[in-house]
């Protein structure tokens, strides 16, 4: 247990519906970031908080991807009309000033059928 | 071309033996090069940071050519234990984090 968590674990859901994920970093870690993770690929960045602040968004997040980070605590990554090609893990991973180690949570596992 | 490209693997190889996975970067501006490893099902964990003059932990042994823009990492006595999955990271801008694909190993008794 690195110390982030994520919630839900699993997800399963049907294309077009809405689906939204939680992750609580370490409580000192004061930038995080959300990834996608699909079989056989490593990590693919997808946003990044320093404190509330979204900095970076990747060009794989669409329109319909969105995340937030109210008050520079836990980060919620929504998916507006889920698509099957939106099936992932998503991961959340969490760092502090200065470091160079990025914890990770366990992510949230997405299915869509 | 991919950000960050890995040897595709996977590796076989016996208890005892040495392995050594490449990682080649394209962005020039890169600044801290890592490698992690993942076990089958589980999150991505900080193997060791990896620096120009080339760093040691145990039996794991890290290289940068930064001329090249290589990594290297250098597995010696393998353990059945070393079987995962290990990602080569690069930073840039001082946040943005590219992970590469991924090299899966097997040791075997």
């Known amino acids: 247990d690195t110390g982030v968590s994520q919630d839900p674990r699993h997800k399963i859901t049907k294309r077009g519906q809405n689906v939204t994920f939680r992750c609580d970093p370490i409580s000192e870690h004061n930038r995080l970031y959300w990834y996608r993770q699909t079989l056989g690929q490593g990590p693919e960045f997808l946003t990044y908080f320093q404190n509330e602040a979204q900095l970076e968004k990747s060009r794989l997040l669409s329109d319909r991807f969105s995340a937030e980070r109210p008050k520079g605590s836990f980060s919620t990554l929504e998916i507006q009309r889920t698509e099957q090609g939106d099936s992932a893990m998503y991961l959340c991973?969490?760092?502090?000033?200065?470091?160079?180690?990025?914890?990770f949570g366990p992510g949230t596992r997405l299915t869509v059928t | 071309r991919k950000e960050v490209e890995q040897d595709p693997g996977p590796f076989n190889v016996p208890e005892g033996a040495t392995v050594a996975f490449n990682c080649t970067y394209s962005n020039s501006a890169s600044q801290s090069f890592f490698w992690y490893r993942q076990d089958c099902r589980k999150e991505p964990k900080l193997l060791m940071s990896v620096y120009s003059s080339g760093n040691e932990d145990g039996r794991f042994t890290a290289q940068l050519n930064r001329a090249s823009q290589y990594i290297s990492l250098l597995i010696r006595d393998s353990k059945l234990s070393d079987s995962a999955t290990y990602l080569c990271?690069?930073?840039?801008?001082?946040?943005?984090?590219?992970f590469g694909a991924g090299t899966r190993l097997f040791v075997k008794a």
């Open positions: 991973a969490s760092i502090r000033d200065g470091a160079f180690e990025q914890y």
């Open positions: 990271v690069v930073r840039t801008g001082g946040f943005k984090t590219i």
